[in-house]
């Protein structure tokens, strides 16, 4: 997940920390969440699919690759 997160946001020129600030939560959660051990909740990831234009959000988020 980390990967594709950190393409997606240099792809569209997001930081990390306006990219918490979208989702609503500190650096450190996103952190968190871009690692695994957190889950993103259904809204951040509407708000990720939006944002970053995901086609597919079902095997972007839960493909384990």
């Known amino acids: 997940m980390q990967d ?3 393409a997606l946001m240099m792809e ?3 930081s ?3 990219l ?8 450190q959660t996103l952190t968190r969440k871009v690692k695994g051990s957190t889950d993103f909740t259904y809204s951040e990831i509407v708000i990720l699919t939006q944002l970053f234009h995901i086609e597919d959000p ?3 988020f839960f ?3």
Request: aromatic share 14%; charged share 25%.
């Open 4 to 6: 594709k997160i950190n």
């Open 12 to 14: 569209y020129n997001i």
């Open 16 to 18: 990390f920390r306006e």
């Open 20 to 27: 918490a600030k979208k989702l609503n939560v500190s650096n």
């Open 58 to 60: 079902q095997s972007f």
């Open 63 to 65: 493909d384990p690759s």
